[in-house]
């Protein structure tokens, strides 16, 4: 790592990772953004850093941190969980994978550090929203979270779009949901 300091380290600056980056930059946050490419608007914004290239190559030099925002892919994620872990920086994983991440438990706890794990913005962060307004008025007694590459104004041409890596749209539809129903985990 270097002496460098920053409040949040982004892996990844796709769809998601640009939304998130330009968020967090919105509410004051400092950003270091890592990317093989990173777009011209998150490059100039001045509360970001950046290094461009392979995240496996460059995760020893990423400057000190509050937090790791791991935004890439599943399966780059994934092989990136113990690298990331072992750096002592807490995580937030929104990298959607068929292993479950509970699986790095005992790596964190000797490193200290947490992952806090399958929290993409819909679902993932979109339920704790729901979770803190149900306890704010539990008269709630429905809610619906509609989630897609939607285009704004729909028209007859293609302008649908996968609303993260094509490759997770595909596993997100494929593969087992991950539930946690009553404190306990079940796959559905």
């Not at 599943?74 to 292993?99: M, Q, V, W």
Request: aromatic fraction near 8%; charged fraction near 25%; include cysteine.
């Amino acid at each position: 790592m270097s002496d460098l300091m920053t409040d949040v380290i982004a892996l990844g600056c796709g769809l998601v990772g640009k939304f998130v980056v330009t968020k967090l930059c919105e509410q004051g946050y400092d950003v270091h953004v890592v990317d093989l490419q990173i777009p011209k608007s998150i490059k100039s914004n001045p509360k970001t850093s950046y290094q461009e290239g392979d995240i496996f190559t460059i995760v020893d030099s990423l400057p000190k941190a509050k937090v790791i925002l791991n935004l890439l892919p599943g399966s780059i994620g994934e092989n990136l969980r113990p690298i990331l872990i072992k750096l002592g920086i807490h995580i937030i994983d929104l990298a959607f994978t068929e292993t479950e991440p509970s699986v790095h438990d005992s790596l964190a706890r000797q490193y200290k550090t947490r992952l806090v794990w399958d929290v993409g913005i819909a679902p993932g962060f979109s339920n704790m929203i729901i979770k803190r307004e149900y306890e704010r008025d539990r008269e709630i007694k429905d809610i619906s979270i509609k989630v897609g590459g939607n285009p704004a104004k729909p028209d007859s041409g293609w302008s649908y779009m996968a609303p993260f890596s094509p490759s997770d749209v595909i596993e997100e539809y494929t593969r087992p949901a991950r539930i946690i129903k009553d404190g306990g985990g079940r796959y559905c």
